[in-house]
């Protein structure tokens, strides 16, 4: 037991014995977790790129706009969808929205908003959604109120024409009932009246034989008369005259007592009759007239009460058109448009394919990065160690030859490495043979990049031990930094422009672009040049610092040789 305690401190020892490893072995969990909290402690909303097409920037589309600009999201308007999709190809934009002119719903169909999204950006897509889904409720549910507001208005109006035109029903039936009761009383009065006509017989016969009778009677005495005068009366023609006036006389008094007489069947008794019959149908009449006096009055009040009621029911019955025609415009009428009003749908921007195909080009780099890191740091440290380190520095040979001799080393490793995983990768992704060459390519830039990279911690530091252990600290911060495991539009906002210029992000976003989306080498060229200019940038560092340290050794040489010498000297006076 106390040989291991022993030997655990003989190597904690050896770690913190040279002040930049123990520096390392302390404070790079300390940095690393320093970067990553300034980086990810904020609550403000997350920094999208979002781009907005339209076939025409309505007042509707500008308010959709408005909503978004709310939060801290950089709206960018297109006018071509093409353009708008390629934007998050090269990483312009996050998400592309196309917006229809208008958004107001005027049928039961709804207003669909299409999201384009890169679907290998898995961190992202989530987010995206997640975070537009409260501007697009908001949206919707503001659209979706004023639907229901208009409804809830006509059917307040519906409700206060029926309540205002009830009275007018009211007054119709009123009006009808009393049109009914005068009716009623107009048939009462009229059945009432008697028109009838007496069915009395009068016998005009007796009349003509009256008549026949005086005016033989007449004629008679007329002949009496005549004979009477034109003769010589005697005795014997007096007795014929007497009786011709007899007979005369008696037929007139006949005539006289059917005229004047009161017996049944006399002209008086005839003509008693008749005025008797007379007085009773004067009776009739005039009860029969004054009866259609009182219904004439009375139809003229139903008449006027009928018109009334016409009126009234005319002005309802307008109402009720307005009422329909107000129903009628109303063209919502489905509950699913009306609760639901705005719809979206999500397309990707890239072809279909497995999470393996999303993560590949994060997982290929990664991969470069590591090895890269490792292999250029643990080259450096091996020649810095190597007895033959100190020997190398006084051949003829240039500063440049070392350093390309180091990169071309870990170069062919990381060929070696990049051609077995891409050949394994056929097996699983046959649809990216076509891409291959240039991932290599961009693969190799990448790799030079990290290969200078950890070959510059290896001339920084000393042992090996922290060599590597500062390019692990080095590899874990561009990667916690680069939106594969934490999405980049969280960090604050300052940091978030400084990590679009991460290595591994350049090299993840060239990979992806190639391998997802197959975008032509015009559209990458400021990221490739990016990473060259990184390469250019630290091989001269390197070579700076190569120069530096070869004077550095060549003056500790130097100085040491030149100690031992005046130790020899001074020990060489002393045997004299």
């Known amino acids: 037991m106390r040989a291991l305690l022993l030997l655990t401190l003989k190597n904690l020892k050896l770690l913190v014995r040279a002040k930049a490893s123990a520096l390392i072995v302390v ?35 500008e308010s959709f706009i408005t909503t978004l600009q709310h939060d801290e999201f950089k709206i960018i308007k297109y006018d071509s969808m093409d353009k708008c999709v390629n934007d998050i190809k090269l ?62 208005t006509q059917l307040s109006t519906a409700k206060t ?4 035109k009830k009275g007018l029903l009211q007054t119709a039936k009123d009006k009808n009932t009393a049109v009914s009761s005068q ?24 009349i003509s034989d009256t008549g026949s009778k005086v005016s033989t009677a007449l004629d008679k005495v007329r002949e009496a008369k005549t004979a009477f005068e034109g003769l010589n009366v005697s005795s014997g023609d007096t007795a014929v005259l007497t009786a011709a006036l007899d007979e005369a006389e008696s037929k007139l008094k006949s005539a006289n007592n059917f005229i004047n007489g009161t017996d049944a069947g006399t002209i008086r008794s005839l003509v008693a009759i008749l005025e008797a019959d007379l007085t009773s149908l ?63 749908k999500i397309e990707k921007v890239g072809p279909e394919g497995t999470y393996l195909n999303y993560m590949f080009p994060a997982l290929l780099v990664l991969v470069v ?86 070959m510059g911690l290896g001339y920084l530091f000393r042992s090996e031990e922290t060599g590597v252990l500062a390019s692990i600290s080095l590899g874990s911060i561009m990667l916690f930094l680069s939106g594969v495991i934490l999405p980049l539009e969280s960090v604050s906002p300052l940091l978030r422009s400084i990590t679009f210029f991460n290595p591994f992000v350049l090299a993840e976003k060239l990979i992806r672009e190639v391998f997802i989306f197959h975008t032509a080498w015009s559209g990458l060229w400021v990221d490739l040049l990016t990473l060259f ?41 002393g045997k004299v």
Do not use: W
């Open 91 to 152: 990483g312009f934009i996050h998400t592309c929205i196309s917006v229809p002119e208008s958004l107001a719903i005027e049928s039961n169909v709804q207003k669909e908003i299409v999201f384009h999204l890169d679907p290998s950006k898995i961190n992202l897509v989530y987010m995206i959604q997640e975070t537009l889904k409260s501007k697009f409720n908001l949206k919707a549910q503001q659209l979706s109120q004023d639907l229901t507001q208009n409804i809830l």
């Open 282 to 344: 004067k009776s009739k009449l005039t009860s029969a007239s004054t009866a259609l006096g009182t219904a004439s009055t009375d139809l003229g009040t139903a008449k006027g009460s009928l018109n009334e009621g016409v009126t009234a029911i005319d002005d309802v019955l307008s109402s009720l058109n307005t009422l329909q025609t107000n129903l009628e415009s109303q063209k919502v009428t489905d509950a699913s448009t009306i609760s639901a009003p705005l719809i979206t």
């Open 27 to 61: 404070f790079a969990p300390l940095l690393i977790i320093l970067i990553l909290g300034l980086s990810y402690n904020t609550s403000a909303p997350y920094g999208l790129n979002i781009g907005v097409y339209s076939t025409s920037f309505t007042a509707d589309v």
């Open 369 to 454: 990065m590591f090895t890269s890191l490792l292999l250029g740091t643990t080259l450096v440290m091996m020649e810095k160690n190597s007895p033959a380190f100190l020997r190398n520095y006084f051949l003829p040979l240039n500063k440049v030859t070392f350093i390309m001799a180091t990169y071309l080393t870990t170069v062919l490793l990381m060929v070696t490495q990049i051609f077995i995983i891409l050949g394994v990768s056929i097996f699983f992704l046959k649809d990216s043979v076509g891409s291959l060459p240039y991932m290599i390519l961009i693969l190799l830039l990448a790799s030079s990049v990290f290969t200078f990279l950890g």
């Open 533 to 573: 200019g990184y390469m250019v940038v630290l091989f001269l560092v390197i070579l700076i610092a190569e120069t530096l340290l070869h004077k550095h050794l060549v003056h500790r040489f130097l100085k040491h040789h030149h100690r031992l010498h005046r130790e020899n000297d001074k020990k060489d006076t």
């Open 183 to 206: 009716t009623d009383t107009i048939v009462s009065t009229l059945s009432s009246l008697d028109l009838g006509v007496s069915e009395s017989t009068y016998d005009l016969a007796v």
């Open 161 to 164: 024409t029926i309540g205002d």
